[in-house]
């Protein structure tokens, strides 16, 4: 799931670091909200997308 042949990991990883740059720089958010930001971004949403438009399975055969 969470792995190279996925194809929304290097966008979401992108995104997620755009994110955190921008939660650092423009607000005073707290490190717990930048790094809860930044696994949510680059760690459960390129699973969730891969799983809901079908992707590869997880397991390679």
């Known amino acids: ?33 930048r790094i809860g930001i930044l696994v949510l971004l680059a760690g459960v949403v390129p699973v969730a997308l891969n799983r809901i438009l079908g992707g590869s399975p997880s397991v390679d055969e």
């Open 1 to 33: 799931m969470l792995s190279p042949g996925n194809p929304y990991v290097l966008p979401s990883v992108a995104v997620a670091a755009g994110a955190y740059l921008a939660a650092t720089l423009l607000t005073d958010a707290s490190i717990l909200l």
